[in-house]
């Protein structure tokens, strides 16, 4: 067992206290990470402070020949930080359609360097004999980054790499579940960043709560549930931290009756059980007409009981549900399922062994209100609801309180986005679903968040404007 430290202005910082990380594939114990008191969160806060006026007088040009050095030494090191992914996540390395813990850590490199093109030009709104009007944009200061379990070491990079290209400094938290990717790769790039610039804390229970309600930090961006993103804009509010909440979605997807199954069905499964149905964005409702309803339920159900689930070890598509909490969700929201009457095509109970194990699920005749289509399983489950009106189709998908990723699937493209662009999400695609990239804005609508990431309309979340008139004659 490895034991690992936080990093705090540039040191290696242990804890009296620590807490336990296990591998989600044995529930064994993996490692052992320090629990961060209030002291050392205060620490990296003042780190943070202290660094960041002269990491942001560096020129954009030079934080970003660091950020590309980052992205260099991830690289290096790839391997490694992908088996360490792999055995704190659950995810297998390679898995369904390549989509495991080696697409995560090329998805990294992807965000950075992509990143670390970006530019914050300064914007010329008036230059005449009377004046001249810029406006430029200025870091933001401190971020506090607070990161989830389904993507470790992805989300973190798309927090840390903006912020610190726009000049700020970070304070990073990962999350208790899945803390070792993350200090492992920011103690391997440590010595690239002057001190202070990026530290890290580990802990639960207070540690998220401190960050999001302390007073010498200026932003938070969060991902995870939108209960939590609530609470955040809460105790953020003493000194009007500026927020990025990229929170769940419940994502609906409509299949209209002109849509080639076997094309899409191949997709749709892909985008349903991406990273085992643990992604934001996963297609997570499935809506289909009802003359095409029982071919396409028996396409995914083809797929579904051709793909396998286990550990790393044994190479399969799918991984463990990460912990307990949310294997235990995905159970309870299959059970209320079988209790409303719907038909499981495959799964529907954990495997018979150790680790949290749930088997690839397709269930269809399941009625709106089953719990499982109301609220987000975050699991490898997916409900198909049958309909035969598109307007009241698209009625329920918008039905909900979240709106991050929405989809409509047809031969038919031109009335594909057309309907698209009715539905109340940050992102709706047109035969596809999660896709995204570091280029494209990304973000929810309605209780799926606040601000976007990616891209430059996301690196400009970590700026303030500052309009600078200058009078002439
Ligand atoms: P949460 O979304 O509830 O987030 C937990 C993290 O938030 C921890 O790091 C915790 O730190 C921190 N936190 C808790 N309270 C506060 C606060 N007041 N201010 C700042 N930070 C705080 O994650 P869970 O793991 O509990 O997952 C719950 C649900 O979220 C899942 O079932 C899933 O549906 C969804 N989810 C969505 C994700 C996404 O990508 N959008 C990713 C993962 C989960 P501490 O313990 O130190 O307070």
């Not at 992805?154 to 208790?176: D, F, R």
């Not at 990239?437 to 309309?457: M, N």
Request: aromatic share 6%; hydrophobic share 45%.
């Amino acid at each position: 067992m490895t034991d690992y430290h936080m990093l705090i202005n540039g040191q290696a910082v242990s804890a009296d206290e620590s807490f336990d990380v296990l591998n989600p594939a044995t529930e064994e114990v993996i490692a052992s990470v320090p629990k961060a008191t209030s002291g050392h969160l205060d620490d990296a806060v003042a780190a943070a402070k202290a660094a960041q006026p002269a990491w942001a007088a560096l020129s954009m040009d030079d934080r970003r020949a660091i950020i590309l050095k980052i992205a260099d030494r991830i690289e290096e090191n790839l391997p490694e930080l992908g088996a360490l992914l792999s055995s704190e996540q659950g995810k297998p390395m390679e898995g369904f359609a390549g989509l495991g813990a080696m697409f995560e850590m090329g998805g990294c490199l992807a965000w950075i360097r992509y990143t670390a093109s970006l530019d914050l030009p300064v914007d010329v709104i008036q230059d005449n004999d009377e004046a001249r009007i810029e406006v430029h944009r200025k870091p933001v200061g401190v971020v506090g980054s607070i990161t989830p379990w389904n993507y470790p070491l992805l989300i973190t990079c798309w927090h840390i790499i903006p912020g610190l290209l726009a000049g700020c400094t970070v304070v990073a938290k990962p999350s208790e579940y899945t803390p070792l990717t993350v200090l492992k790769a920011m103690h391997l790039i440590n010595d690239l960043l002057p001190p202070g610039v990026l530290n890290v804390v580990t802990g639960s229970g207070d540690i998220g709560a401190g960050i999001s309600s302390h007073s010498g930090i200026d932003k938070i961006v969060f991902t995870g549930s939108t209960a939590t993103g609530k609470r955040i804009m809460e105790s953020a509010a003493g000194n009007l931290k500026r927020l990025t909440l990229e929170l769940g979605g419940n994502d609906a997807a409509i299949v209209l009756p002109d849509t080639n199954i076997e094309e899409a069905a191949g997709k749709i499964f892909a985008t349903a059980m991406i990273n085992n149905g643990q992604t934001c964005a996963a297609l997570k409702r499935l809506y289909v007409h009802e003359d095409i309803y029982d071919e396409m339920c028996a396409a995914l159900a083809g797929i579904a009981a051709s793909v396998s689930t286990g550990p790393a070890s044994e190479s399969p598509d799918f991984g463990p549900i990460q912990n307990k909490m949310q294997f235990d969700k995905v159970c309870a929201l299959a059970e209320a399922a079988k209790a409303d009457g719907a038909t499981f095509m495959t799964g529907g109970s954990p495997l018979d062994r150790p680790g949290y194990f749930f088997p690839v699920t397709i269930v269809k005749d399941i009625p709106e209100e089953s719990r499982l289509v109301q609220e987000e399983p975050f699991g490898p489950i997916l409900p198909i609801i049958k309909f035969s009106d598109v307007e009241d189709a698209l009625q329920r998908a918008n039905a909900v309180s979240v709106g991050l990723g929405g989809s409509v699937w047809s031969s038919d493209l031109e009335k594909a986005q057309a309907l698209a662009a009715r539905m109340e999400c940050g992102t709706a695609w047109v035969n596809n679903h999660a896709m995204i990239q570091p280029d494209a804005p990304f973000g929810g609508v309605k209780q799926s968040g606040v601000g976007v990431e990616f891209g430059r309309y996301g690196l400009v979340e970590y700026t303030n404007i500052q309009t600078m008139q200058i009078a002439k004659g």
